[in-house]
């Protein structure tokens, strides 16, 4: 592992702002999208940030090329595709009549994009290894934030010389979930790689309609005072109606490590064989999907990486899409904003460092996917609020991580005429310190997983996640892609 940091080898060439395409009568247009007890949930959630790294296996890409024929397309495409989702380019604002903040779009709003050039290696960003988490900053740009308004969504673009490029996003997850930003980013490459005149299908056209989203219990207020309640009880001096967000008051440890690892199906499946076997409770039948196959050995493995009291807390919070679901049924596919059921496992660590621990994880999973499952679990009730009110206030002596993103959101599938992305990286873990999912890059039909930690924790993660799929026949190291 190098620990030579990428910052130096960055050089912005333009700051610009893209409009929504003046020729469409929706950028002519106010529009006001307001917030429902869905999005307040994530109001001072960290900015979530993305980067996608291409590199076109055809032919590199020469500097002309990019400068007079790529980038030209990519601002284009995404002017068109802003003007189907036009609060994008607005701005989260807060009202003075209005109880809750709203999204508000004025014609002439823009989204922030960076254009940036680096000489960094290319292959080294775009693979698994552990690396510094720090080499990744400079290629996700800032979310424009103050106390009166907010960006929704902020981009970077960065040409490697010769080699490919990286598209990055850096969005309020007030505004949007993983499900719409992944519906954006596919929209936006769909029109750059097919053309103007191309037409989006449904299910990449957002719907913004908001009637099935009842709150007569005034569920968004509630989330927003929880949130007031966090920053008091940290002593943290703010102003309730700021729309700034909520940073953590120590600064990220300087070992942090980046890497990614892999699970083929094939060991998922033997994972899946050695859960059953150890069951606890042969008469209840387990959810076990490929996704919470793969969170029970993540989960195990970072507790074990941790080491420590056996007697500690653990933590596991996890977010499902709920479009479609139960109890919102009218909800499309295509919803705009977030849309995600949210509840956590309580464990005590030394029940995952046993034997049976991936076993014992996989359970606990299960029976909290069950409950998500037939609604938007963790969420639309008053003791979920206090529920979400004590996962926050909870202190440094419990372990908690977060599950982000899914490997169903069809992130590799966002191509913008050159090819797949060789690598999706979640960035913004280095902030939150949960672990990222997504579908394998390789169109396997695996998992992958991003992980942050510490270097010692690192080291120990990654032998007990190779161990783990050892034991059960399957890959018996990190299984780069790269």
Same mark, same amino acid.
């Not at 395409?21 to 950028?27: G, I, L, Q, T, V």
């Not at 397309?73 to 109880?99: H, V």
């Not at 290894?129 to 673009?157: D, K, N």
């Not at 005072?225 to 002593?235: A, C, F, G, K, P």
């Given at each position: 592992?190098?620990?030579?940091?990428?910052?130096?080898?960055?050089?912005?060439?333009?700051?610009?702002?893209?409009?929504?395409?003046?020729?469409? @009568?929706?950028?002519?247009?106010?529009?006001?999208?307001?917030?429902?007890?869905?999005?307040?949930?994530?109001?001072?959630?960290?900015?979530?940030?993305?980067?996608?790294?291409? $590199?076109?296996?055809?032919?590199?890409?020469?500097?002309?090329?990019?400068?007079?024929?790529? &980038?030209?397309?990519?601002?284009?495409?995404?002017?068109?595709? !802003?003007?189907?989702?036009?609060?994008?380019?607005?701005?989260?604002?807060?009202?003075?009549?209005?109880?809750?903040?709203?999204?508000?779009?004025?014609?002439?709003?823009?989204?922030?994009?960076?254009?940036?050039?680096?000489?960094?290696?290319?292959?080294?960003?775009?693979?698994?290894?552990?690396?510094?988490?720090?080499?990744?900053?400079?290629?996700?740009?800032?979310?424009?934030?103050?106390?009166?308004?907010?960006?929704?969504?902020?981009?970077?673009?960065?040409?490697?010389?010769?080699?490919?490029?990286?598209?990055?996003?850096?969005?309020?997850?007030?505004?949007?979930?993983?499900?719409?930003?992944?519906?954006?980013?596919?929209?936006?490459?769909?029109?750059? $790689?097919?053309?103007?005149?191309?037409?989006?299908?449904?299910?990449?056209?957002?719907?913004?309609?908001?009637?099935?989203?009842?709150? @007569?219990?005034?569920?968004?207020?509630?989330?927003?005072?929880?949130?007031?309640?966090?920053?008091?009880?940290?002593?943290?001096?703010?102003?309730?109606?700021?729309?700034?967000?909520?940073?953590?008051?120590?600064?990220?440890?300087?070992?942090?490590?980046?890497?990614?690892?892999?699970?083929?199906?094939?060991?998922?499946?033997?994972?899946?064989?050695?859960?059953?076997?150890?069951?606890?409770?042969?008469? %209840?039948?387990?959810?076990?999907?490929?996704? /919470?196959?793969?969170?029970? &050995?993540?989960?195990?493995?970072?507790?074990?990486?941790?080491?420590?009291?056996?007697?500690?807390?653990?933590?596991?919070?996890?977010?499902?899409?709920?479009?479609?679901?139960?109890?919102?049924?009218?909800?499309?596919?295509?919803?705009?904003?977030?849309?995600?059921?949210?509840?956590?496992?309580?464990? %005590?660590?030394?029940?995952?460092?046993?034997?049976?621990?991936?076993? /014992?994880?996989?359970?606990?999973?299960?029976?909290?996917?069950?409950?998500?499952?037939?609604?938007?679990?963790?969420?639309?009730?008053?003791?979920?609020?206090?529920?979400?009110?004590?996962?926050?206030?909870?202190?440094? %002596?419990?372990?908690?991580?977060?599950?982000?993103?899914?490997?169903?959101?069809?992130?590799?599938?966002?191509?913008?005429?050159?090819?797949?992305?060789? $690598?999706?990286?979640?960035?913004? &873990?280095?902030?939150?310190?949960?672990?990222?999912?997504? %579908?394998?890059?390789?169109?396997?039909?695996?998992?992958?997983?991003?992980?942050?930690?510490?270097?010692?924790?690192?080291?120990?993660?990654?032998?007990?996640?190779?161990?783990?799929?050892?034991?059960?026949?399957?890959?018996?190291?990190?299984?780069?892609? !790269?």
């Amino acid at each position: 592992m190098a620990s030579k940091s990428s910052a130096s080898t960055l050089q912005v060439s333009e700051l610009c702002k893209v409009t929504p395409a003046a020729d469409s @009568p929706e950028s002519a247009t106010q529009f006001t999208l307001p917030l429902t007890y869905l999005d307040t949930t994530w109001f001072r959630f960290p900015p979530v940030e993305l980067v996608y790294f291409y $590199k076109p296996t055809a032919s590199p890409i020469p500097p002309h090329s990019f400068y007079s024929l790529l &980038l030209p397309k990519l601002k284009r495409s995404l002017s068109l595709t !802003l003007a189907q989702f036009i609060p994008l380019a607005g701005q989260l604002r807060w009202p003075p009549k209005s109880p809750t903040p709203v999204v508000i779009y004025t014609p002439g709003d823009a989204v922030s994009v960076t254009i940036a050039e680096s000489t960094a290696d290319l292959d080294r960003l775009a693979g698994d290894a552990p690396r510094e988490a720090a080499e990744s900053r400079p290629y996700v740009p800032q979310l424009e934030v103050s106390e009166t308004t907010a960006s929704v969504v902020s981009l970077q673009i960065t040409y490697f010389r010769n080699r490919g490029f990286s598209v990055a996003i850096t969005l309020n997850h007030a505004v949007i979930d993983g499900k719409t930003t992944a519906m954006f980013l596919r929209a936006w490459a769909s029109i750059c $790689k097919h053309g103007e005149n191309h037409r989006l299908p449904k299910e990449l056209t957002p719907s913004f309609n908001r009637t099935a989203v009842e709150d @007569p219990s005034d569920l968004a207020t509630a989330y927003l005072n929880r949130w007031d309640e966090v920053l008091t009880r940290q002593s943290i001096t703010y102003n309730p109606r700021s729309l700034n967000v909520f940073q953590k008051v120590s600064p990220p440890p300087p070992d942090l490590l980046r890497a990614t690892f892999q699970l083929s199906p094939n060991s998922i499946g033997r994972l899946r064989e050695k859960i059953l076997s150890h069951r606890s409770n042969s008469h %209840e039948r387990l959810h076990l999907s490929s996704f /919470v196959v793969t969170c029970a &050995l993540v989960a195990v493995c970072l507790v074990k990486a941790r080491g420590g009291r056996r007697d500690r807390d653990v933590y596991l919070v996890w977010s499902v899409d709920c479009r479609a679901r139960l109890d919102l049924a009218a909800i499309p596919p295509n919803y705009f904003g977030n849309c995600l059921g949210v509840d956590y496992l309580v464990a %005590e660590a030394g029940s995952l460092m046993g034997e049976n621990g991936i076993a /014992v994880a996989a359970e606990k999973i299960s029976e909290l996917v069950r409950g998500v499952a037939t609604a938007v679990g963790g969420v639309n009730s008053a003791a979920a609020v206090e529920k979400m009110g004590r996962l926050r206030s909870v202190g440094p %002596e419990v372990q908690k991580f977060g599950v982000a993103g899914s490997h169903k959101l069809g992130f590799y599938q966002i191509d913008f005429g050159l090819g797949r992305p060789v $690598k999706m990286e979640t960035t913004s &873990l280095d902030k939150t310190r949960g672990i990222s999912v997504a %579908e394998s890059g390789d169109g396997s039909g695996g998992i992958e997983v991003g992980v942050v930690l510490v270097g010692h924790e690192m080291q120990a993660f990654e032998s007990f996640f190779v161990q783990a799929l050892k034991d059960v026949g399957g890959c018996g190291h990190r299984c780069s892609r !790269l």
